[in-house]
Every structure is written in C-alpha cells, then in structure tokens.
C-alpha cells in the first residue's frame, strides 16, 4: 500500500501564494502518477494537476495553468503544488492522490483559504 499525507494550506489574502506538500510513503515504487485535486465549500471535486512520478511532463486544469506548478523532488519521495497568484476562488480543501495502476490512495486534504 501507498500512504500520502498533504501539508502546508492555511490562509493566504489574493495575490500570495502557498505551497503545498504530498509526502508519500510505503509501496512508493509502485506510484505511477501523483494528482492534486480541490473541494471548495458546497461544490464538487475538482481536478488541479498531476506529474508523472519521474517528476516529469505535469499537467495542469486550466483555471491554474500558469499559476500554479507541481513538482517532485526525489530524493524526499515529496510532491509540491506551488501556488501563485492565488484568488479567492481557489479556497478549497487540497488533496493529493497517489495513482497505482488501477488503484489510488488519497491523502486526508489540507485547507486553502484566500481571502480578498
């Protein structure tokens, strides 16, 4: 099995950026891909992005194409979702999901409030 557990949200005012960390653990040579997605208040699950687990070639939903950037770094079995220029409409729970062939483990999320 694959444990992922997200860190680093909080609140931000527009305009500021956050980053955020999806440690993995167990099984993680197994990992394929690591997705980030969002939960705001009242609406559904929402894609953001995801990177290989080579840490190459991520891929983002347009909302946050140019604003925010995920990485890995290796050697930490860690990915990031750096946020830029966040708006109020990014408030959401964050969460990072490990893709394992058919499987996915999803972490417990972690709060992102922009304020105006």
């Known amino acids: 099995q694959v444990q992922v557990i997200e860190s680093g949200g909080g609140s931000v005012q527009a305009g500021g950026s956050l980053r955020l960390s999806c440690a993995a653990s167990?099984?993680?040579?197994?990992?394929?891909?690591v997705s980030w997605f969002r939960q705001a208040p009242g609406k559904e699950r929402e894609f953001v992005g995801l990177i290989d687990w080579s840490g190459t070639s991520p891929y983002y939903e347009e909302s946050v194409k140019g604003r925010f950037i995920i990485s890995r770094d290796n050697a930490e079995n860690t990915v990031y979702l750096q946020m830029n220029r966040l708006k109020p409409e990014d408030t959401a729970a964050y969460y990072c999901?490990?893709?394992?062939?058919?499987?996915?483990?999803w972490g417990q999320g972690t709060r992102v409030t922009v304020s105006s």
């Open positions: 999901v490990a893709n394992v062939g058919p499987e996915e483990y």
């Open positions: 167990g099984r993680t040579f197994s990992i394929k891909a």
